[in-house]
């Protein structure tokens, strides 16, 4: 009676029971497990070949694992990198050979965040991928490109994952009302913020949910404010040091260029409250303001130095005020990447040319010696010439002037481009003289 009470007492938690049993109801992941996407037609063919799951944390990646299994014959193994090593890796593998030699059986082994694994352990599976030991399934919430081997990443599909969205959200909260028999007590704008608070993850929400039943009052019915209360605070996903820091600060650049100052202001504010290094932001603008504005705002540098050195000597939260402000300036500033490119093209000029001298008359001439082979010799002195500009060449004897600068009509380059326009003509005309002369 005691042990029949006590289970009854004890449930599995919401998530858990709500796992799906079949990949039918896996939800927001049917462009990868549909019938006619990559993984279900490779499901239908039987012919299951080592991939990778790639998706932020709550997707789907460990249950879409396990339901792949159960639609194989393969044996499946599961480990997690985080509390696997070597000693467990060539166990696996050495089960693997012989459930193969013996029972012609083979394995799955579903390695959860593989990328923990460093270079090493990676090269350990490459062998046993390829003879066919394992069929590996690895799941990552970190971009494969950066985390794991080429080598290895050459001998696995990687299929995307997405995180789940607002209509995912809701089809998971109504599986759990009813699973629970009764509605959640909550308010619409409640609902909503609960599925905004998950921010793509589908076990959190059904967490929440769980809690919201435990902490609801008979007859009571939650709004914002007490869904506040039950999280208290939940840090957006996001980890500083890999894939989201790379993808916001993606965001940030795409946003400034694109000229959408809100958009700006908003990414910015996602990294800062992300717990992002404010020195970072600020380099990367600083980079932004020399790159993507340049001289089309030649103010745009000062800004970004005067913000930086705002915020050294603010700090936060003060200081995040000088951030937003050179972000809001550099969405705003008239942009030109004619100076980016003018340096790459003086780069691939200068590889090309080698080790060309330049004209002995732009060269000075300490001693004697180099008086004598002509160093020097004939060179005109700018600012005393008429207009300030003598028309010399100052590219190497025998190259033609190539030109390398191609300043924006916008901004300030509009008038850098009246100026260098003015040069040009008046080169050509002192040179047509000279040759007359």
């Given amino acids: 009676m005691e042990e029949t009470l006590f289970s009854s007492q004890v449930k599995r938690p919401l998530a858990d029971r709500l796992r799906p049993k079949t990949l039918e109801e896996v939800v927001g992941q049917n462009h990868v497990i549909g019938k006619d996407a990559p993984l279900g037609r ?13 998706g932020p944390p709550g997707c789907g990646k460990t249950t879409i694992a396990r339901l792949i299994a159960e639609n194989t014959k393969l044996y499946f193994e599961q480990i997690s990198a985080v509390f696997s090593g070597v000693a467990d890796l060539k166990r696996v593998f050495q089960y693997a050979k012989e459930r193969r030699a013996n029972q012609g059986m083979g394995t799955l082994l579903f390695v959860d965040e593989i990328h923990r694994f460093n270079k ?19 799941a990552t919430t970190e971009n494969p ?26 089809e998971l909260l109504q599986r759990a ?30 967490n929440l949910a769980e809690s919201v039943w435990n902490y609801a009052k008979e007859g009571e019915v939650f709004d914002k404010d007490s869904i506040v209360k039950i999280i208290r605070s939940r840090a957006p996903v996001y980890d500083k040091g890999r894939d989201g820091h790379y993808n916001l600060i993606s965001a940030v650049h795409k ?15 996602r990294m800062i409250k992300s717990g992002e290094d404010p020195k970072y932001i600020l380099r990367r603008l600083t980079r932004f303001a020399i790159e993507d504005v340049s001289l089309a705002e030649p103010g745009a540098v000062v800004q970004a130095i005067a913000c930086w050195d705002t915020y050294e000597r603010l700090g936060s939260p003060e200081g995040d005020l000088a951030i937003m402000q050179l972000a809001a300036y550099l969405a705003t500033a008239p942009k030109s990447v004619g100076v980016y490119k003018a340096m790459h ?8 040319t080698g080790s060309l001298m330049p004209p002995k008359n732009i060269l000075n001439a300490p001693t004697k010696l180099m008086k004598q082979l002509g160093y020097s010799d004939g060179y005109e002195y700018d600012p005393d010439c008429e207009d300030g500009f ?48």
């Fill in 42 to 54: 490779m499901l239908a063919t039987g012919k299951i070949g080592s991939f990778i799951l790639w």
């Fill in 120 to 138: 090493s352990q990676q090269d350990g599976f490459l062998p046993y991928v390829e003879d066919g030991t394992i069929i590996l399934v690895g």
């Fill in 145 to 170: 490109s950066f985390e794991l081997n080429a080598a290895l990443l050459s001998r696995c599909q990687v299929f995307v994952l997405n995180r789940l969205n607002e209509d995912d959200f809701e």
């Fill in 177 to 206: 009302e009813r699973e629970e028999g009764r509605k959640l007590p909550v308010d619409e704008e409640a609902r909503e913020f609960m599925k905004a608070t998950a921010d793509g993850d589908g076990r959190y929400i059904l």
């Fill in 255 to 269: 946003s400034l260029r694109g000229s959408d100052v809100d958009a700006a202001l908003y990414w910015v504010a």
């Fill in 345 to 352: 093209n003086a780069f691939e000029l200068a590889k090309k």
């Fill in 390 to 437: 003598s028309g010399a060449n100052y590219f190497p004897d025998g190259m033609k002037r190539v030109k390398l600068y191609y300043p924006a009509d916008r901004g300030f380059e509009r008038e850098i481009k009246k100026r260098i326009d003015y040069f040009d003509k008046l080169r050509a005309e002192k040179q047509k003289a000279k040759n007359n002369s």
